[in-house]
């Protein structure tokens, strides 16, 4: 979906992250948000990074073969943490001299304190994005 969101939004309107129908890991109180562009590989641009950052990058063990997962536990991160409305997964490389290739892949997560439009996003070199997502806004009155 597309959104709309003034430089402090702190909730969006849209579909759920993941299926309404049971799943291992649901993200229920999220909503995706993807670049207009057909990027294969984005990031979020500094500034607003700057101007919104509210904890991060923080990284989980859990590679790409579950990023369901990895959202999944992203999420209540957000939910746990004052003002987050908005986050940011990607897998990240962290030098591991234990490890057979030198690298350890696993997924970081960025938390902000606004909604992110597409006009957040940025291409970027090798990046591999697992999702970004927007609090959805509580209708329950």
């Given at each position: 979906?597309v959104?709309?969101?003034?430089?402090s939004?702190?909730?969006?309107n849209?579909?759920?992250?993941?299926?309404?129908?049971?799943?291992?890991?649901?993200?229920?109180?999220?909503t995706?948000?993807?670049?207009?562009?057909?990027?294969?590989?984005?990031?979020?641009?500094?500034d607003?990074?700057?101007?919104?950052?509210v904890?991060?990058?923080?990284?989980?063990?859990?590679?790409?073969?579950l990023?369901?997962?990895a959202?999944?536990?992203?999420?209540w991160?957000?939910n746990?943490?004052?003002?987050?409305?908005?986050?940011?997964?990607w897998?990240?490389?962290?030098?591991d001299?234990?490890?057979?290739t030198g690298?350890?892949?696993?997924s970081?997560?960025y938390?902000?304190?606004?909604?992110?439009?597409?006009?957040?996003?940025?291409?970027?070199d090798g990046t591999?994005v697992?999702?970004?997502?927007?609090?959805i806004?509580?209708d329950?009155?």
């Amino acid at each position: 979906p597309v959104h709309s969101a003034s430089s402090s939004t702190k909730c969006t309107n849209g579909t759920r992250a993941t299926d309404p129908e049971p799943t291992a890991w649901p993200i229920d109180y999220y909503t995706l948000v993807k670049p207009t562009e057909k990027w294969t590989s984005y990031s979020i641009k500094k500034d607003w990074l700057n101007a919104h950052y509210v904890d991060g990058p923080l990284h989980l063990d859990i590679g790409p073969g579950l990023d369901p997962y990895a959202a999944f536990k992203f999420q209540w991160i957000c939910n746990a943490a004052t003002n987050c409305s908005s986050f940011f997964v990607w897998h990240g490389k962290e030098t591991d001299e234990s490890s057979d290739t030198g690298q350890r892949q696993g997924s970081d997560c960025y938390l902000f304190d606004s909604v992110m439009t597409s006009s957040v996003f940025e291409p970027s070199d090798g990046t591999v994005v697992v999702g970004a997502y927007n609090r959805i806004c509580d209708d329950s009155g």
